[in-house]
């Protein structure tokens, strides 16, 4: 029998074939030898007092994640790079406590840029997250920050760490800077690199008692912050706890009500999306 295969036949299959190869090479015939070397140079990050966070997004080993565990180093969660098969997003409430939780990191767009520059996603997330069907507002207000940070707050993992462009959008003033300057890196660009300057001052910031406040409010209310000997002691009533609260993100008139957790409890939530 004789095969004839037309010039993009031969392109696709050549294609199919080099994708299969690379990934039988990286990913199944080097992993004995990943393994190995990562055993025998990773334990000399525990010989101090030092607490490493390997750095375990994209394309990796399959052995990467279960020899960080092996050898108690936490690992990056960002919400839209879930390491979990079949998972769009990652559930904050459902991470490691050996772990740390982020919205982005230095190596990937900021949560407004990402919110504002994939419609698609943008639209799965508040479909699937925030448990709406309404058209999500196509820029990343307050509220919205609000929501996805406060997840993040609020998640089991042992550090929550926060660039400080996505703390930024929880006050309107601070987002009219166009959203891609506010990248740190982008790895696919070798002449995009570091180049980021904050553009508000920090004693500015310092006395922007609306923005600290906010934060200061996510903190105590996620049980992360440690209060001082002077801090008062407050008591929450556990009425207090089973009360539907009521978060309003903007939608016109409608509201979308959805579950989010806190500290692993379920509580209801409006969320107020502006258009």
Not at 57 to 75: A, D, F, K, R, T
């Amino acid at each position: 029998m004789k095969i004839i295969l037309d010039r993009s036949s031969l392109i696709f299959y050549s294609k199919t074939v080099l994708k299969r190869l690379y990934y039988d090479y990286y990913f199944h015939r080097q992993e004995i030898l990943w393994r190995a070397n990562a055993l025998k140079t990773l334990p000399a990050l525990n010989s101090s007092d030092m607490l490493a966070c390997g750095e375990d997004l994209g394309l990796i080993p399959s052995c990467v994640y279960p020899v960080m565990q092996e050898l108690g180093l936490i690992s990056l969660s960002i919400q839209r790079m879930p390491r979990e098969p079949g998972l769009v997003f990652g559930i904050p409430s459902q991470y490691s406590y050996m772990t740390v939780c982020a919205p982005s990191c230095h190596d990937c767009s900021t949560l407004r840029a990402w919110w504002e520059e994939d419609e698609e996603r943008r639209q799965r997330y508040f479909s699937s997250m925030v448990g709406s069907d309404l058209l999500p507002p196509s820029r990343c207000v307050p509220e919205i920050a609000n929501f996805i940070i406060r997840q993040h707050f609020e998640a089991p993992s042992m550090w929550a760490i926060f660039p400080l462009q996505d703390l930024l959008i929880l006050k309107e003033e601070y987002t009219t800077r166009p959203a891609k300057e506010e990248t740190i890196n982008d790895p696919t660009n070798p002449k995009h690199y570091w180049r980021y300057r904050v553009h508000v001052t920090l004693e500015a910031l310092i006395k922007d008692k609306e923005l600290t406040s906010i934060i200061k409010d996510l903190v105590l209310g996620s049980g992360r912050s440690h209060p001082g000997k002077h801090a008062e002691k407050q008591v929450i009533p556990e009425s207090a706890i089973a009360t539907t609260e009521k978060k309003q993100i903007a939608s016109g008139k409608e509201k979308a009500y959805v579950a989010t957790p806190l500290n692993g409890v379920p509580r209801k939530e409006a969320v107020a999306v502006p258009n």
